[in-house]
């Protein structure tokens, strides 16, 4: 089991920026791979950016350059910092989390599906 539970998120002005936190806990072997996922309004959940316990990364087209991913593991925090933000960045944020299924598997962006532990969301909303 994992627990997540996020903080951060809020409302800015386009240009802006804000940083979403995500402290874990529990069953480190299920932390392999993290995720930040976003869900605007009527939309599917997408995934935005991925971090593995090797520090490698992994982002969706639209925010590259422009989102950073990282993880904290002595601190037990994910991390997902937002520059430059969009109107089309709006959306309930959630990060998650999930363990190594077999040796040589990635953690590349993939369905939620893939993923087993969610943090409750955090409501991120730029204006223009």
């Known amino acids: 089991q994992v627990q997540l539970v996020q903080s951060g998120g809020g409302s800015v002005q386009a240009g802006g920026s804000l940083k979403l936190s995500c402290p874990f806990s529990?069953?480190?072997?299920?932390?392999?791979?993290m995720a930040w996922f976003r869900q605007a309004s009527g939309k599917e959940r997408e995934g935005v950016a991925t971090?593995?316990?090797?520090?490698?990364?992994a982002y969706v087209d639209s925010v590259k350059g422009r989102f950073t991913i990282s993880r904290d593991d002595a601190k037990n925090t994910l991390y997902l910092q937002m520059n430059s933000l969009k109107s089309e960045d709006t959306a309930m944020y959630y990060c998650?989390?999930?363990?190594?299924?077999?040796?040589?598997?990635?953690?590349?962006?993939?369905?939620?599906?893939?993923?087993?532990?969610w943090g409750q969301g955090t409501q991120v909303t730029v204006s223009s």
């Open positions: 971090v593995a316990t090797d520090g490698t990364t």
């Open positions: 998650a989390s999930r363990a190594k299924s077999y040796i040589g598997e990635g953690c590349e962006i993939s369905r939620p599906t893939v993923f087993n532990y």
């Open positions: 529990g069953n480190i072997w299920s932390t392999y791979c």
